[in-house]
């Protein structure tokens, strides 16, 4: 019999002062809707205080907190945010034992041929990692599927974080921007030369239709009014442009074992949860046309350990996979070949129309 999951601590209440009632669901506007889980607490960071209610919307089945901290006092839940660590910069391949300076060789030779990069050492073999399982993933993904370098190309990653991202796509050749309101990840990210702005997408604005791709990576989630910020990406692509986004998936397989103790739930920073349907309706009221899906990395055996870890009221970021969890994984990587409304992240590429309608 499995012990009975410890308690996770509550570091104290959030402040009244410091929260808001949602009325209708943040991305369809329902009323309707129901409780999914009470009395979470913050068991990722064990830092931010309060306990709270995700409810599930009944129209477009996101599930979103009421009541949830407002924008004054969100900082309290990002007291121990991973994004304060300084970027980890890959070591030169001279330091490397030879098979991962091999596997490194090829690596840049896909890299080269895909993105346009200049990296080196590099082979042209390397154009045959596409066809190793998941190393394409692996390789587009970390570059968020952005297309061939184009001459001028500007990239806006929003919630940059330390910058880990932007350093790599502007070792590709791209010219790069990030806003974050954060300011110990913006000190890290600003430490590599970057150009990071303070704050949200809103204190872009003024730079309508100046960016060729903008990309949120696990960032619409934790904004209170994911519409606003659609549009507002919208606004600042140029014609053409496109958006790179991930998310958690609140119908993923993860979800539907883990319950409560999905690590994709992440209270109180994350405020609104989506599904692929209900996210790919909502970009196309936002004015997107195509949406293409992608596949993320093979996540599901460590989302399970970190999920496994809640669960039992241990530290997730130390938990580590077990066998079965990788199994488990390889049935679903099967699974989502033709049906990959049961990922783990709903991960995609938008396009902003050449002509607006």
């Known amino acids: 019999m499995r012990a009975s999951p410890a308690k996770a601590p509550v570091p104290g209440d959030w402040p009244a002062d410091g929260l808001e009632r949602v009325r209708a669901c943040p991305v369809c506007g329902e009323t309707g ?19 709270w209610t995700l409810v599930a919307c009944e129209g477009c089945e996101s599930a ?93 990653d929003v919630g940059c974080g330390n910058g880990d991202f932007l350093n790599r796509a502007r070792a590709i050749d791209w010219t790069v921007v990030g806003c974050e309101p954060d300011p110990e990840a913006r000190a890290a990210a600003r430490a590599l030369g970057l150009d990071v702005r303070a704050g949200g997408i809103e204190g872009l604005m003024g730079e309508a239709g100046c960016f060729d791709v903008i990309t949120l990576n696990h960032v619409i989630e934790h904004v209170p009014d994911p519409r606003h910020t659609l549009e507002c990406v919208f606004a600042l692509l140029k014609p053409g442009g496109r958006l790179y986004l991930e998310t958690p998936n609140i119908q993923s397989d993860g979800h539907r074992r883990f319950g409560r103790s999905w ?52 530290d997730s970021r130390e938990a580590q ?37």
């Open 321 to 357: 996979p077990r066998a079965g969890d990788y199994w488990r994984s390889y049935g679903l990587g099967v699974k989502l070949l033709w049906d990959d409304r049961a990922s783990e992240f709903v991960t995609l590429v938008a396009h902003k129309p050449m002509t607006e309608s």
């Open 263 to 314: 690590r994709g739930l992440e209270p109180p920073r994350h405020l609104v949860l989506m599904n692929w349907a209900a996210l790919e309706r909502l970009l196309g009221e936002s004015g997107f046309g195509l949406i293409e899906h992608h596949a993320s990395a093979n996540v599901y055996p460590n989302l399970a350990a970190s999920s496994r870890a809640i669960e039992f009221g241990e």
């Open 64 to 156: 979103y907190l009421d009541p949830r901290p407002t924008p004054e006092a969100l900082p309290l839940a990002y007291q121990n945010y991973f994004t304060h660590e300084a970027p980890t910069l890959p070591a030169g391949t001279e330091t490397l034992a030879w098979a991962r300076r091999l596997k490194r060789t090829l690596a840049n030779g896909y890299r080269n041929r895909r993105f346009g990069a200049h990296f080196h050492p590099a082979s042209p073999l390397g154009v045959g990692v596409a066809w190793i399982p998941g190393q394409r993933v692996k390789l587009e993904g970390a570059l968020r599927y952005l297309p061939r370098v184009i001459p001028g190309g500007v990239v806006l």
């Open 33 to 51: 809707r129901h409780v999914l889980y009470e009395g979470l607490t913050d068991r990722v960071f064990f830092s931010a205080p309060g306990v």
